[in-house]
């Protein structure tokens, strides 16, 4: 979508470029950059390379992990590792990715209402009804959700706008590649449309937000008004 509307991207990722959709992309024009963006200097230094492309304008913060694991899983304990794995990629990550951006957005020319530039975070709508097996999942996705408006708020001086993404059941190839009774099952607790997302909603969504320089500090549900069961 970016691309379309003659955006310059950079993908930043830890994996390497080979999934045909990035291979494709990078094809269009887009910038491939290995990062991994929950570390600091990993992320800094694709940050500066995206910099060179022009002024960052914009960031769209999708990198996350989304493990099963229970507190208790046959008398055993939640392995303190994975859950701190969850919260540093999904929450610090994206934290980081945020304080490097911004730094660069301060700096921008403003635009339409003063604006510097805008950041859409991915959070998800596990961060309010998060099912059993969910507990790191969803603390790291509560985290985006709490501190959308924070950073908004410190931000503003800057005209710098933070908005937060919360899907549900959306086409990712995570859900794409469970057995066809659990991906209707998914579709079936979803009121209307009853379907999963489609990555093209997503995106109309996150140009819409960039395109509304009045969205600010907000957390918007992307759902069809699925509210999850504890299982």
Known sequence: M??????????????EM?????????ARGATYLRADVSDESSAERAVALAAEMGDIRGLVNCAGV?????????????????????????????????RLVAKRMAGNAPV?????????????????????????????????????????RELARYGIRNMTIAPGTMETPMLLGMRPE?????????????????PDEFARLVQHIVGNTYLNGEVIRLDGALRMAPR
């Not at 080979?18 to 992309?25: K, M, R």
């Not at 659990?182 to 489609?198: D, E």
């Open 2 to 15: 970016l691309l379309e509307e003659g955006g310059h991207v950079a993908l930043i990722d830890i994996n």
């Open 18 to 26: 080979g999934a045909s959709s990035t291979s494709e992309l990078v």
């Open 66 to 98: 989304a493990p099963a694991e229970r507190v208790l899983q046959n008398g055993e304990a939640h392995p303190l590792a994975g859950f701190e794995r969850t919260l540093r990629v999904n929450l610090t990550g994206t934290f980081n990715m945020i």
């Open 112 to 152: 339409e209402d003063g604006e510097r530039g805008v950041i859409v975070s991915t959070a998800s709508i596990a961060a309010f009804e998060g099912q059993v097996g969910q507990a790191a999942y969803s603390a790291s996705k509560g985290g985006v959700v709490a501190m959308t408006l924070p950073i908004a």
């Open 182 to 198: 659990v991906q209707a099952s998914l579709c079936a607790a979803v009121p209307f449309p009853s379907r999963m997302g489609k």
